[in-house]
């Protein structure tokens, strides 16, 4: 019994030297771009982006596997943000490869068909729906991403992607449709 | 003190230049000569609860409310924000959303009343004496009486006369300039009551603890300028009436400011910084009332302008009528206007709907015939420099229009775009008729969308990080809970245990102890 005993505890701290000193001597730095790009994605691992959760669109993006537009949520900012971590040019807007300026978008509940089954919002990743078991759940405008993970689980389909409404406040004019004069002026 | 401030005070009647500007027809001669009238009271009046800049007042009336003049509606929310006011008695008869008199016709909160046609004040704010009261309690009454800047930007005017605790002030301007064309309700107000603007003007500059007045009047407005001579003394102050030439956008807060004191105010920097506050006229007209008389702002005059409408009037409107009806009354329009304007010519907005209301903020009502308007083809620039030489802010308008049409928003409010005003010189003088100030109009709003998003995206990461901490702590919870109760349940098997071998032992004792005896 006794032996048995020594002989594990002395094979156990063998080993964890081993590991110990391995894990010193082969030390791999994490890149610092990884931090600085971690902290600008949104953090909402909503993946929309294709990788696995923002950490792995960071470590993409670090290893120039993926263009700086691929974060949908972030828009154009967040392309400009990350092109001046990563050093490549931010890709002009309407040009290939640019990320569309789309209106940005929001989830809507239709209440007719809403159950109250809380899978929604307990998905949301930046808890922008409000809601009970059994009582009708709402989006909070200003909360929501528009980042489609609700409209994901939802069973009854009772959850749709629209673009935010216009109000008073973030209503601004069209871009005058000229650009005849200002193409031959650039 | 600069060199310009100087001189200014060693010649007080000097007049500086602004540098750039434009000289549009003015065509003020139709609806000059026609004195302020009443209006009779219209079936339906529409008050929107957000007529100023700020946050939107609250409505404190239901539906099927009755409510009489001059009674608290709407109320102030915020520190930025104005109080509404009922203009005639009547009916409550809707609290909802209805179209706002905007470009985009968007919906805004507005409250519908439907008048009884008696016309009976509630009771009025306690009325002051401006010989006595104290500065405070002037913009107080200011506030409660709900007056915003009336030349249009619909500033709140309180908080500007609470300017007084941040800034070091010595003098009031009351902008009487009305530089855009058409308009001439300032013009009419100042030959009418000249006197009340200039008491509304002195009891302002108590408020805000100045002595120097000035009141600046374009000099095509003669009368209105001989009849503001005949007041120059109010409440012991003594005004002083300065004429500047009639050049667009003189009536431009800050460049009055350069006119009358050769001084410059920095970029997106307040007047006040130059000891200098402007109020508009109408603004001083409106103080009067509340102050003296304890009236809140419930009407104003409106202009009612342009070769499409049957007849040019300046019309004393309540607040909330609707457009439709003031044109009604002016005999109707003239065929199909090209362009049906609130405000002036040159910065006025565009409406689709003719049932939206007149707030605190229009000045006029302008319908365009085609000749009026101008409508010729967009060619292409050829940069001459005409937009250049006319931009009172020194802006190059060619440059950032290219700029902003090649997507380059960023470079463009890198020359400047920030500090354009939009007075639209340039759009007015470009030989090519190329709609720079609409670009510039549709930049800043862009620009103001992605500060916003901007915001956003920090709020959503500071979200989701809170999100992220709440459900670590609510597993951490759930595995603590699950430990103590894994612990308890060992416990009590443990005791259960211990119990069933001490009975065992008790047994085997008892057992034993039998077999002894």
Same mark, same amino acid.
Not at chain 2, 50 to 67: K, N, T
Not at chain 2, 109 to 128: A, F, K, Q, S, V
């Given at each position: 019994m006794?032996?048995?005993?020594?002989?594990?505890?002395a094979?156990?701290?063998?080993l964890?030297l081993?590991l110990g000193?391995?894990?010193?001597r082969?030390?791999?730095?994490?890149?610092?771009?990884l931090q600085?790009?971690?902290e600008?994605?949104p953090?909402?691992n909503?993946?929309q982006?294709?990788f696995?959760?923002c950490?792995g669109?960071?470590?993409?993006l670090a290893a120039g596997d993926?263009?700086?537009t691929?974060c949908?949520?972030g828009?154009?900012?967040l392309?400009?943000?990350?092109?001046?971590?990563?050093?490549?040019?931010?890709p002009?807007?309407?040009g290939?490869?640019?990320?569309v300026e789309e209106?940005?978008?929001?989830a809507?509940i239709f209440e007719d068909?809403?159950?109250?089954?809380?899978?929604?919002?307990?998905?949301c990743?930046?808890d922008a729906i409000?809601?009970?078991?059994?009582?009708?759940?709402?989006v909070?405008?200003?909360a929501?991403?528009g980042?489609?993970a609700?409209?994901?689980?939802?069973?009854?389909?009772a959850?749709i992607?629209?673009?935010?409404?216009r109000?008073l406040?973030?209503?601004y004019?069209?871009?005058?449709?000229?650009a005849l004069g200002?193409g031959?002026?650039? | 003190?600069?060199?310009?401030?100087?001189?200014?005070?060693l010649?007080p009647?000097?007049?500086?230049g602004?540098?750039?500007?434009?000289?549009?027809?003015?065509?003020?001669s139709l609806?000059a000569?026609?004195?302020?009238?009443?209006?009779?009271?219209p079936p339906l009046l529409?008050?929107?609860?957000q007529q100023h800049?700020?946050?939107?007042?609250?409505?404190?009336?239901?539906r099927?409310?009755?409510?009489?003049?001059?009674?608290?509606i709407?109320k102030?929310?915020g520190p930025?924000?104005? *109080?509404?006011?009922?203009?005639?008695?009547?009916r409550?008869?809707?609290?909802g959303?209805?179209a706002?008199?905007h470009?985009?016709g968007?919906?805004?909160?507005?409250i519908?009343?439907?008048?009884?046609g008696?016309?009976?004040?509630?009771?009025r704010l306690?009325?002051l004496?401006p010989e006595?009261a104290?500065p405070?309690?002037?913009?107080?009454?200011?506030?409660?009486?709900?007056?915003?800047?009336m030349?249009g930007a619909?500033?709140p005017s309180a908080?500007?006369?609470?300017l007084r605790?941040?800034?070091?002030l010595?003098?009031?301007?009351?902008n009487?300039?009305?530089?855009e064309?058409?308009l001439?309700?300032?013009?009419r107000l100042m030959?009418?009551?000249?006197?009340?603007i200039?008491d509304?003007a002195?009891?302002?500059?108590?408020?805000l603890?100045v002595k120097d007045?000035?009141i600046?009047i374009?000099t095509?407005?003669?009368?209105?300028i001989?009849?503001?001579?005949?007041h120059?003394v109010?409440?012991g102050y003594?005004?002083?009436?300065?004429?500047?030439?009639?050049?667009?956008p003189?009536?431009?807060e800050?460049h009055l400011?350069?006119a009358?004191?050769g001084?410059e105010t920095?970029a997106?920097?307040?007047?006040?910084?130059?000891g200098?506050v402007?109020?508009?006229a109408a603004?001083?007209?409106?103080?009067h009332?509340?102050v003296r008389y304890g009236e809140?702002l419930?009407?104003r005059v409106?202009t009612v302008s342009g070769?499409?409408?049957?007849r040019?009037?300046?019309i004393?409107?309540?607040?909330?009528t609707?457009?439709s009806d003031?044109l009604a009354?002016?005999?109707g329009?003239?065929?199909?206007p090209?362009?049906?304007l609130l405000g002036?010519?040159?910065m006025?907005q565009?409406i689709?709907?003719q049932?939206?209301?007149?707030?605190?903020?229009?000045?006029g009502?302008?319908a365009?015939?085609k000749?009026?308007a101008r409508?010729?083809a967009?060619m292409p620039?050829i940069?001459?420099?005409s937009c250049?030489?006319v931009?009172?802010c020194?802006?190059?308008?060619?440059?950032m *229009?290219?700029?902003?049409q090649a997507?380059?928003?960023?470079g463009?409010?890198k020359?400047?775009?920030?500090?354009?005003?939009a007075?639209?010189c340039?759009s007015?003088?470009c030989p090519?008729n190329?709609?720079?100030v609409?670009?510039f109009?549709?930049?800043k709003?862009?620009?103001a969308e992605?500060k916003?998003?901007?915001?956003q995206q920090?709020e959503?990461k500071?979200l989701?990080?809170a999100?992220q901490?709440r459900?670590?702590a609510?597993a951490?919870?759930k595995r603590?809970?699950?430990?103590?109760?894994?612990?308890?349940q060992?416990?009590?098997k443990?005791?259960?245990d211990e119990?069933?071998?001490a009975?065992?032992?008790?047994?085997?004792?008892?057992?034993?102890?039998?077999?002894a005896s």
């Amino acid at each position: 019994m006794i032996e048995a005993a020594l002989s594990m505890a002395a094979l156990g701290l063998s080993l964890g030297l081993m590991l110990g000193f391995a894990a010193r001597r082969f030390h791999v730095e994490a890149p610092a771009i990884l931090q600085d790009i971690e902290e600008v994605l949104p953090g909402t691992n909503c993946g929309q982006c294709g990788f696995p959760g923002c950490r792995g669109a960071a470590e993409a993006l670090a290893a120039g596997d993926a263009p700086v537009t691929l974060c949908p949520p972030g828009g154009r900012p967040l392309v400009v943000t990350l092109a001046e971590i990563t050093g490549v040019e931010v890709p002009p807007a309407g040009g290939a490869g640019a990320v569309v300026e789309e209106a940005p978008l929001i989830a809507f509940i239709f209440e007719d068909h809403c159950t109250g089954c809380t899978k929604c919002f307990k998905r949301c990743p930046t808890d922008a729906i409000v809601g009970a078991a059994k009582q009708i759940h709402t989006v909070i405008w200003d909360a929501c991403t528009g980042c489609d993970a609700c409209v994901q689980v939802c069973p009854t389909e009772a959850i749709i992607l629209r673009p935010k409404p216009r109000t008073l406040r973030n209503w601004y004019w069209d871009k005058p449709d000229e650009a005849l004069g200002a193409g031959e002026a650039a | 003190m600069n060199l310009s401030a100087l001189l200014s005070r060693l010649d007080p009647g000097r007049v500086f230049g602004i540098g750039g500007g434009v000289h549009p027809k003015t065509r003020k001669s139709l609806s000059a000569r026609a004195a302020i009238e009443p209006m009779p009271l219209p079936p339906l009046l529409r008050v929107p609860l957000q007529q100023h800049i700020g946050v939107e007042a609250e409505a404190i009336v239901q539906r099927d409310d009755l409510v009489l003049k001059g009674q608290l509606i709407g109320k102030a929310r915020g520190p930025v924000s104005a *109080n509404i006011h009922a203009p005639t008695s009547g009916r409550v008869i809707a609290v909802g959303h209805f179209a706002a008199p905007h470009p985009s016709g968007l919906p805004v909160p507005t409250i519908t009343i439907r008048p009884d046609g008696e016309d009976r004040w509630g009771p009025r704010l306690p009325r002051l004496r401006p010989e006595t009261a104290a500065p405070d309690a002037i913009a107080a009454q200011v506030a409660a009486a709900g007056i915003v800047g009336m030349g249009g930007a619909t500033f709140p005017s309180a908080v500007k006369l609470n300017l007084r605790d941040r800034y070091a002030l010595e003098t009031l301007i009351i902008n009487a300039a009305e530089c855009e064309p058409y308009l001439t309700c300032d013009d009419r107000l100042m030959r009418e009551r000249a006197e009340e603007i200039a008491d509304g003007a002195a009891i302002m500059a108590k408020a805000l603890g100045v002595k120097d007045i000035l009141i600046a009047i374009e000099t095509n407005k003669p009368e209105a300028i001989t009849a503001m001579r005949l007041h120059d003394v109010a409440l012991g102050y003594k005004i002083r009436v300065k004429t500047v030439p009639t050049l667009y956008p003189m009536g431009s807060e800050k460049h009055l400011v350069k006119a009358l004191t050769g001084q410059e105010t920095p970029a997106r920097a307040l007047t006040a910084e130059l000891g200098i506050v402007v109020h508009n006229a109408a603004t001083a007209h409106a103080v009067h009332l509340a102050v003296r008389y304890g009236e809140p702002l419930i009407s104003r005059v409106v202009t009612v302008s342009g070769r499409g409408v049957a007849r040019q009037a300046n019309i004393q409107a309540l607040i909330g009528t609707p457009v439709s009806d003031l044109l009604a009354h002016c005999g109707g329009l003239v065929g199909e206007p090209e362009r049906l304007l609130l405000g002036g010519p040159m910065m006025g907005q565009p409406i689709q709907n003719q049932r939206v209301p007149v707030v605190k903020g229009t000045n006029g009502i302008l319908a365009l015939t085609k000749a009026e308007a101008r409508t010729d083809a967009v060619m292409p620039c050829i940069r001459c420099g005409s937009c250049v030489h006319v931009c009172p802010c020194g802006l190059m308008p060619f440059e950032m *229009n290219a700029r902003i049409q090649a997507d380059d928003l960023e470079g463009a409010s890198k020359t400047g775009l920030m500090d354009c005003i939009a007075c639209g010189c340039c759009s007015f003088n470009c030989p090519s008729n190329i709609p720079l100030v609409q670009a510039f109009n549709f930049a800043k709003g862009r620009l103001a969308e992605r500060k916003s998003r901007e915001h956003q995206q920090q709020e959503t990461k500071r979200l989701a990080e809170a999100r992220q901490a709440r459900e670590a702590a609510v597993a951490e919870a759930k595995r603590a809970a699950m430990a103590k109760r894994k612990a308890e349940q060992a416990a009590k098997k443990k005791k259960a245990d211990e119990a069933k071998a001490a009975k065992a032992a008790a047994a085997a004792a008892a057992k034993a102890q039998e077999g002894a005896s």
